[in-house]
């Protein structure tokens, strides 16, 4: 990272809760699914179900409780979402059966879902004047925070005690109340008024629905490293399985170094589509690479792998910073919690449907699969421009009124 510490003590106390935040995150994503098939010993088919009813679940909490963050502050209602969470994951402890587990995993989704929406305006009232770029680093510090869970996370999978599984939840629970603490020390936000108009108004914008959509196709690419590599590096590649770590590590190492740099060129909704654009190109390359690692030597497909991830993580930059601009900048200051409550839901349907889909096409059809994969993030990236313009120009034609009252004269 350019620089370990953001400018200000609001954006450090911010950066700081969301980096214990991560580390709790990353002991879960590393070993959640087996905590709940080998500690409490529910079969994988219905964990799969459960993960996928709180998935659905936790998709509108976002618009709702992002609404409230712009209506009551962002502070408390973005550290309630946090003791939920905690709570919540705390109750994983007591899990033995389908029904307790769904009911607890939803909860802890929809909290997840919620807190994202309402962090929003805390980072754009807090992030000075390019939010976005404060946006890119606190994404690298979510990189550093999980790689560190996911360590702590190993030492647990090869324990593989019930002792140590419970202590990775307790330390999971743990650091999401200390991330809610953090919080304290941050001053509030002031709601800004509400314009007149309906309530709703971000799912009335069919442009920022438009980009919304656009984003939650190419967001599928986030589960290539972590779903379809390593499936595709153990079925159909002669490559070591180390190597699944190797490209894990490799992405990761890349998002820390340069997510703050890639983000600080994209800094107009403009520059934003056009990034959408070479965030396809890039994974159109990364997958015809991956889908040529099969049937060659293992040295051969090992640099191949190690290719494609390069190149599939610099995409990866372009398509954060693609995203974190646009759903800034198309946003309205007083909505922004709703606003980004709404693009939530791109990625939390990719989160959803993203691994099966992977899965379908890349793993189960094989080659032919990759390239229909790659062909629908460049696909996407080509319309991104285009959704831009359109967003920009319904932008502009909302702003014409406000701006004509403001300088209405008084009656």
């Not at 990189?143 to 996370?153: C, D, E, P, Q, R």
Request: hydrophobic share 55%; glycine share 12%.
């Amino acid at each position: 990272m350019p620089q370990l510490l953001p400018d200000t003590g609001p954006q450090r106390v911010l950066a700081a809760s969301n980096f214990v935040y991560t580390i709790g995150s990353g002991l879960y994503l590393t070993a959640g699914v087996l905590y709940f098939t080998q500690a409490a010993h529910l079969p994988a088919g219905q964990v799969g179900l459960g993960l996928g009813i709180a998935g659905f679940f936790s998709l509108a909490l976002g618009i709702a409780v992002g609404h409230l963050a712009d209506r009551y502050g962002a502070r408390g209602v973005h550290a309630a979402t946090l003791v939920v969470q905690a709570l919540a994951t705390a109750g994983f402890l007591l899990v033995d059966s389908f029904w307790p587990f769904v009911l607890m995993v939803s909860a802890a989704a929809g909290a997840k879902a919620a807190g994202t929406a309402a962090r929003s305006p805390l980072i754009r009232h807090y992030g000075g004047d390019r939010p976005q770029e404060f946006r890119a680093y606190l994404r690298a510090v979510t990189n550093v925070g999980i790689s560190l869970g996911a360590l702590g996370a190993g030492w647990v999978v090869q324990v593989g005690t019930l002792t140590a599984y419970q202590l990775m939840i307790i330390g999971n629970a743990i650091a999401f109340a200390v991330s809610s603490a953090l919080l304290v020390l941050l001053p509030p936000v002031t709601p800004l008024p509400a314009t007149g108009g309906p309530r709703w108004i971000a799912l009335r914008d069919r442009p920022y629905l438009l980009l919304t959509t656009l984003d939650g196709i190419m967001a599928i690419q986030f589960k290539v490293l972590t779903v379809a590599i390593p499936l595709w590096i153990v079925g159909a590649t002669a490559a070591p399985h180390w190597l699944i770590s190797g490209t894990m590590l490799t992405g990761t190492v890349i998002v820390v170094a340069f997510q703050v740099r890639a983000s600080r060129h994209v800094d107009s909704p403009a520059a934003g589509g056009d990034a959408y654009r070479r965030a396809g190109v890039a994974f159109l390359i990364a997958c015809a690479l991956i889908s040529l690692s099969a049937g060659v030597p293992a040295w051969a497909a090992a640099t191949l792998l190690i290719t494609a991830v390069v190149i599939h993580t610099v995409g990866e930059l372009w398509h954060s910073a693609a995203g974190f601009e646009v759903s800034f900048a198309l946003a309205p200051r007083h909505a922004t919690g709703q606003y980004l409550g709404v693009f939530g839901l791109g990625a939390g349907l990719a989160e959803t449907l993203g691994p099966g889909l992977l899965i379908w096409l890349c793993i189960s059809w094989g080659r032919p699969g990759w390239f229909v994969v790659g062909a629908m993030f460049a696909l996407t990236g080509l319309a991104a421009p285009l959704a831009v313009r359109w967003a920009q120009t319904h932008q502009d034609a909302r702003q014409v009124p406000l701006r004509a009252a403001g300088k209405a004269p008084a009656a």
